[in-house]
């Protein structure tokens, strides 16, 4: 899906790197951010066709940006892939609660993660007419 969007959220350099990689070969544009305040704003000023988000943030927890995000009118349906370090079942929970679309544990498939993401943005089937 060329020109699709998508917001990186990750403190981990290595890791957003090798996601931004990955998915700038599949036709994404990218844009990654370090810190959840900062993507924050980006996120709902100029929302992306998918936000890939990490728990564990050094301002904040991804899960408060992602409550932020359903909290609002215009970010309610974003997608959201969570990829993270927190491997209790009760994590996955807690976020699949909150609304993640998809939750991913370090370390991960990248190819299952960007099968996901692929899945996620497919477009609605249209109806037969």
């Known amino acids: 899906m060329p020109g699709r969007r998508i ?3 990750e403190d981990d350099n290595a890791i957003s790197l090798l996601l931004r990689y990955n998915l700038e070969m599949a036709g994404y544009t990218v844009e990654s951010f370090e810190n959840g305040a900062v993507a924050q704003d980006h996120v709902l000023d100029d929302p992306p066709d998918l936000l890939l988000l990490d728990w564990v943030l ?3 927890s991804g899960l408060e940006l992602l409550r932020e995000v359903r909290r609002r009118a215009h970010t309610r349906a974003l997608p959201v892939v969570m ?5 209790d079942r009760s994590d ?3 976020a699949l609660d909150h609304g ?3 939750y991913f544990t370090k ?6 993660v960007l099968k996901a993401i692929e899945s996620l943005l497919k477009p609605a089937a249209q109806p037969a007419r």
Do not use: K, M, N, Y
């Open 92 to 94: 996955s929970e807690r």
């Open 83 to 87: 990829v993270t370090a927190r491997s």
């Open 100 to 102: 993640v679309d998809a």
């Open 58 to 60: 050094p301002d904040r």
């Open 7 to 9: 917001a990186i959220v």
């Open 107 to 112: 370390p991960f498939s990248v190819a299952a």
